[in-house]
């Protein structure tokens, strides 16, 4: 059984670029969750994709969107990067009712 | 906007010692309650988790108390050892909703 994998592990980008980060579901998962988790807090919804659609919604404006694919992977898209975007961005896959199951990360740091 | 509170922020146990972790919350629709351990640079891996119906869960070294009236729940680590250093966060989840709560996190540390 796979677990969930995360593209890339780190990542610099300055203010006022894009990024696009991919998560990899685990075996059997067909949702998707994002989280963000700044130095030294837990973890914070961004929102969450299932059957390609999003299924909830944190307090995260729309320059944070994004995607699930028909093989249940995820891409998460952030526009016009601010400073406070600097966190690790987390991927969490699950079913329906189940645990959720985290990757690795993704530390983005915005300079 | 936090709905899980988590104490103590920090935790210093000695090797073989029990270790308890505290959050509380306020959302009664929450019925869902997970605990997730996370190493640097790793992501949160689930450990344990409890629904409302039940006051406690064990699962090896690991316990889950659960008190529904007083909306609490505590992380219960028996025989600590070094290993178990790491940050412990409690979470929530309202049925039916996407969104799971995460609390501050806490940082234990395991004496030898």
């Known amino acids: 059984e796979t677990g969930v994998t995360q593209s890339p592990t780190h990542l610099i980008k300055t203010r006022g670029q894009q990024v696009t980060l991919r998560c990899s579901s685990q075996s059997g998962h067909n949702t998707v969750s994002w989280y963000q988790q700044a130095l030294g807090q837990g973890p914070q919804f961004i929102f969450q994709y299932y059957r390609e659609e999003e299924n909830g919604r944190g307090n995260f404006p729309p320059r944070f969107s994004g995607l699930q694919f028909p093989n249940y992977s995820s891409e998460l898209n952030v526009n016009a990067l601010e400073l406070d975007d600097s966190a690790l961005y987390l991927c969490a896959s699950s079913s329906p009712g189940q645990g959720q199951y985290f990757g690795p990360g993704t530390r983005l740091t915005v300079t | 906007q936090q709905q899980v509170k988590q104490s103590p922020q920090s935790l210093i146990v000695q090797k073989g010692g029990i270790s308890i972790i505290n959050c509380a919350y306020e959302n009664t629709a929450f019925d869902y309650f997970p605990w997730y351990q996370q190493f640097p640079g790793k992501g949160p891996a689930l450990l344990i988790a409890?629904?409302?119906?039940?006051s406690e869960k064990k699962e090896g070294r690991f316990t889950i108390s659960f008190n529904k009236s007083a909306k609490q729940f505590s992380l219960h680590i028996m025989d600590s050892q070094p290993g178990d250093s790491a940050t412990y966060f409690c979470?929530?989840?309202?049925?039916?909703?996407?969104?799971?709560?995460f609390g501050a996190g806490t940082r234990l540390t395991v004496k030898p």
């Open positions: 409890i629904r409302p119906d039940v």
């Open positions: 979470a929530a989840r309202e049925w039916g909703n996407n969104d799971m709560r």
